[in-house]
């Protein structure tokens, strides 16, 4: 078996890089000869971008020429958007290999890809009607939205035909994908996993000194909820993030005065100082989240987790550990009750080292995506 992993990286990298290199890792850690091409939003430019969008692609014969080369079997695509696009699986394809596309967002139906506006979730763009997103113009400007509205409609009939196999990283994920036109009996959950060296052996949550929140400042990801929810409790609250909300955010914590440190993007080593001095994980989001990476990292480091109601997130930390979402009052009072008690916070976080070890490992991976690709024939 031989792997050709495809990745459109995006302008600002995130979770769905790591989740390429996880990938990357787990073929790695079992002996499978794997090679990664990818393309970079960042350095294509607009006009490029838009021209592959409408195209399916950009140059699909490189994408043949790199599976002939290795002789994979397997071709598996992350972000398809816009360089790869449906003529890139074509070709993988026509090379003799089979097609697995990994739906990390809702990117295969939504312009943005986060299926969220104007506050709350939005899944009005489903089975190849895209309108919505461009009546709403989702993408924020006008041209760019056409662009995404016209290439999105048009490239869906291919990409169901160009792929064997579709997976998604939750069970949550899947459902939603399905109603959205994804074939039921062709789509599976692949979660995520943690690398056996990030699994602390004890919790150390009892000593920590402060809330942590892990993400891209949007408006999707419920900061401003945890801003209000820090403000309530008195719980004091790192945010560890960049993106468009800073700003609001900002007047948020000095309105409110709210005991919250933006500390904007940090690098791995920070973060992984962060989780050992945190006290609590707060993960507030107001979407449709498919996964929350940050919140298994929390989990691994023995980090108790508080979680909105929202997307897969009562799966990966358990529905006990959830409140409603857009709650600011439900999130402070299960701050507050974590942070006055260290014995519990010490418990629960060795519970939720043991549920990332049990459910989220990367042997669990490993035997899923081998067996997946095994059932391609």
Known sequence: MKVLILHNRYRVSGGEER?????????????????????????????????????????????????TELGAGIVHCHNMQPLFGPRALEAARSSGA???????????FCAIGV???????????HHGTTLPGLALNCRGSLPEAAVYAAGLARQLPRVLAAVDRFVAPSGYA?????????PADRIRALPHYLPDAE????????????????????????????????AIAGVPLKVA?????????????????????????????????????AALFV?????????????LEAMGAGVPVVAARAGAL??????????????????????????????RRRADGDALIARAGERFSQERFTTELLALYAGLG
């Open 174 to 182: 899947v459902g939603q994908l399905t109603a959205l036109g994804v």
């Open 115 to 125: 299926s969220f506006r104007d506050g709350e979730p939005c899944f009005r763009c």
């Open 199 to 230: 699994l602390v052996d004890a919790s150390q949550a009892d000593t920590g000194g402060y809330a942590l929140a892990v993400g891209r400042l949007a408006a999707e990801k419920g900061f401003e909820t945890a801003v209000e929810a820090a």
């Open 98 to 108: 089979r097609v697995v596309l990994h739906l990390h967002n809702f990117r295969l």
């Open 241 to 277: 993030g960049e993106g468009p909300l800073r700003p609001a955010l900002r007047r948020l914590v000095s309105a409110r005065r709210a005991p919250v440190e933006l500390l904007g993007r940090v690098d791995g080593r920070e973060l992984r100082r962060l989780r050992r001095g």
């Open 283 to 295: 993960a507030p989001t107001r979407g449709s989240e498919s996964f929350g990476l940050s919140a």
């Open 19 to 67: 989740a390429v290199e996880l990938h990357a890792a787990a073929l790695q850690g079992a002996g499978v000869e794997h090679r990664l091409l990818d393309r970079d939003s960042a350095v294509a430019g607009r006009g490029r971008a838009a021209a592959a969008m409408l195209r399916g692609g950009d140059d699909p014969r490189a994408v043949g020429r790199a599976a």
């Open 314 to 343: 009562p799966e990966l930390v358990g529905e006990q550990r959830c409140v409603p979402r857009d709650d600011p009052q439900a999130l402070a009072a299960a701050m507050r009750a974590l942070w006055d008690d260290p014995h």
